[in-house]
């Protein structure tokens, strides 16, 4: 195991530096000058020029791309051109809203889809089954900004049960931290509670048709805990799976929440961003994204050993 861990964590040096290598070329191959946004529309070509070479923007690619690979060897992850502050410092302070919400968005989904799963897949073809899988459709249909303005208008505006917008820290209250996460998490979690239920669906369904399952009813074990014992544990692998890559899919659905909701995420500081096109943030940002992307990856994997003995690193 400890040998499994470690081959997959040195794994993630290529796999961050193509990351690197690739967000970093796209950046500067894509038209826009950092320097003109920070000068203005009244800076001159020499106000630009003089930026640049501040910047460092006016060396090569390759000079440029050495200098960031560089600092990122030592763990620094550069300045921003803008706030004049560590993308470290940036994204430690953004941090909090942003697993915040994707923490209580996970939470929710999966307590919803997989009961919902469960009882779909035992009641196979019934009226709860079409409804899951109308609802699946829908929740993959209907894009996240367009449920986060649907909320912001229902909730919000007409019965006033919740925030607009906003988010306040655990340290202010733990009842108002979470009713400022109420509408954007359940906005964020309808596609994965569709997700993660249609998945569940399949794969208990599947296991209610094995020779064990049938040997349980027919030993008169309650139906309950054929469906939770033997069945929902034999479906766990693909359901966890799913489940994770749920939780690596929220960087994209985190973005637009946060920036309909306006609150002050990680998900805000990339638009931010990438509006001023602040380099190193953006790469910072990506980089630290990938680096979750991965660890997310290898704790699924890693689960697969829990949840079936057959399994062995």
Not at 132 to 155: A, E, H, Q, R, T
Request: hydrophobic content about 55%.
């Amino acid at each position: 195991m400890a040998s499994f861990v470690l081959r997959r964590m040195l794994a993630t040096l290529p796999v961050l530096a193509i990351v690197a290598l690739i967000v970093f070329l796209m950046l500067r191959l894509t038209p826009g000058d950092p320097a003109a946004v920070i000068v203005g529309d009244a800076g001159s070509a020499t106000d630009i020029a003089r930026v640049r070479l501040q910047l460092g923007l006016d060396q090569s690619l390759v000079r440029q791309f050495l200098a960031w690979a560089a600092q990122l060897a030592q763990g620094n992850l550069g300045e921003s051109f803008y706030l004049k502050r560590g993308v470290g410092e940036l994204i430690l302070q953004r941090l909090e809203p942003t697993v915040s919400l994707a923490g209580v968005t996970i939470a929710l989904a999966v307590l919803i889809s997989v009961p919902l799963g469960v009882l779909a897949a035992w009641r196979h073809g019934g009226l709860l089954d079409r409804c899951l899988m109308s609802f699946s459709v829908l929740g993959f249909s209907i894009p996240v900004f367009v449920v986060g303005y649907l909320m912001i208008w229902l909730f919000a505006l007409k019965l006033g049960w919740l925030p607009v917008q906003g988010y306040i820290r655990v340290s202010e209250g733990l009842g108002d931290w979470l009713r400022q996460l109420v509408a954007p998490a359940i906005t964020l979690s309808i596609v994965y509670i569709a997700l993660i239920a249609r998945v569940t669906r399949a794969a208990v369904a599947e296991a209610l048709t094995e020779d064990h399952v049938r040997t349980a009813r027919a030993k008169g074990i309650p139906e309950y805990r054929v469906l939770i014992r033997h069945a929902l544990s034999n479906a766990a692998v693909p359901i966890v799976t799913v489940i994770g890559l749920g939780i690596a899919l929220l960087v994209g659905g985190v973005v637009v929440t946060e920036t309909v909701f306006a609150i002050p995420g990680l998900g805000a500081l990339t638009v931010e961003a990438v509006l001023s096109r602040d380099y190193p943030v953006i790469q910072g940002v990506t980089l630290f994204f990938s680096f979750v992307y991965v660890l997310v990856n290898l704790l699924v994997d890693l689960s697969y050993v829990f949840f079936d003995p057959r399994i062995r690193y």
